[in-house]
């Protein structure tokens, strides 16, 4: 070989060791465990359906997705620990809606806009207002009057300031001029013992009540969605009430930010798939929640639209932080 032909081919393959490690990390990806961070308590409606979603998404990955609980902050705690994961895909998490809140409530170590991934929404809770089946309060009209009746006496329970059960009746109680006693939790299993345990008078939380109402301990006087659940079509949503208050929050599987593009569709053909999977089906069934899908380019829009429009909300409940 001339010392010309030599010298190309020694090019040629430098060159393609250079472009080697992005092309082998996408075909090799995954090569052990994936973590997916659950912010929620274990037990909790949330935890339930992501051990659903992981389990299935790892049988199509070929690994085992371990899920961790990281429950408090309002469920921003996996935020929290994306902003200093490796962008590898081996750490995913659970981002709630409360994300595109508490930024514009208090100081956060993350930026919404800038330090994720959005790879895939696949889901979204169905929300309600629950009481003690022993209560004298029967209906949200009783639930109002009794308020009226008694300003910051009527306490519920939520899962943590700016979550979605949070705002959900600081909303409903702006419009239906109450004012009420609320009482963080880390999640839905802390704040369903504090109903049971009689330390708050209601909750309003996502579906882990549903086995509480089934057996008759809960009585559902009222869900957050745009229309009655399937599961409980006698009980009526707070906006026919008159109260204009919807919630559902979807939420998916986020990475950080930074991501190689061919790991991104690794990750979200494997959820995707999950919704497919009468196992996953099931769950979301027994929670109540829908399939709401969107790709990663329709997720990272919509992270940008909720981000803008929560702040809006944020204003108007007057509950923004204080320059």
């Not at 274990?42 to 790892?58: K, M, N, Y």
């Not at 409530?105 to 207002?129: E, H, N, P, R």
């Not at 599987?253 to 999977?277: Q, S, W």
């Amino acid at each position: 070989m001339t010392d010309r032909r030599l010298f190309l081919a020694r090019s040629a393959a430098a060159l393609a060791t250079v472009a080697a490690p992005a092309v082998l990390r996408a075909q090799a990806y995954p090569t052990r465990p994936i973590r997916y961070i659950c912010p929620w308590p274990a037990g909790g409606s949330t935890d339930a359906v992501i051990r659903s979603l992981a389990e299935s998404a790892g049988r199509t990955l070929g690994t085992t997705i371990i899920v961790d609980n990281k429950p408090g902050a309002g469920g921003t705690l996996g935020a929290v620990e994306l902003v200093n994961a490796k962008p590898d895909g081996y750490v995913v998490s659970q981002l709630p809606h409360g994300v595109f809140r508490i930024p514009h409530m208090q100081k956060v170590s993350f930026d919404v806009m800038k330090d994720f991934t959005w790879i895939a929404c696949l889901t979204g809770y169905t929300f309600g207002l629950v009481v003690p089946s022993s209560s004298p309060i029967k209906t949200i009209k009783d639930y109002v009057d009794y308020a009226k009746a008694n300003p910051e006496k009527l306490s519920y329970g939520h899962t943590g300031a700016g979550t979605s059960p949070h705002l959900a009746m600081e909303e409903f109680a702006q419009r239906a001029g109450i004012k009420l006693m609320n009482v963080p939790y880390k999640g839905n299993a802390d704040n369903m013992l504090g109903l049971l345990g009689g330390h708050v008078m209601s909750a309003s939380d996502a579906t882990g009540w549903g086995p509480y109402v089934e057996s008759g301990k809960f009585r559902l006087l009222a869900t957050y969605g745009s229309k009655r659940t399937k599961r409980w079509p006698d009980v009526p949503t707070l906006d026919e009430l008159g109260y204009q208050t919807v919630s559902d929050s979807p939420f998916g599987v986020c990475g950080p930010k930074g991501m190689d593009p061919a790991i991104v569709r690794t990750l979200h053909d494997a959820f995707r798939k999950t919704l497919e999977d009468p196992a996953v089906l099931a769950t979301f069934d027994k929670f109540d929640q829908t399939i709401i899908y969107k790709n990663t380019e329709d997720y990272t829009r919509f992270a940008r639209e909720s981000y803008a429009a929560e702040k809006a909300t944020i204003e108007r409940l007057g509950l923004a932080a204080k320059s």
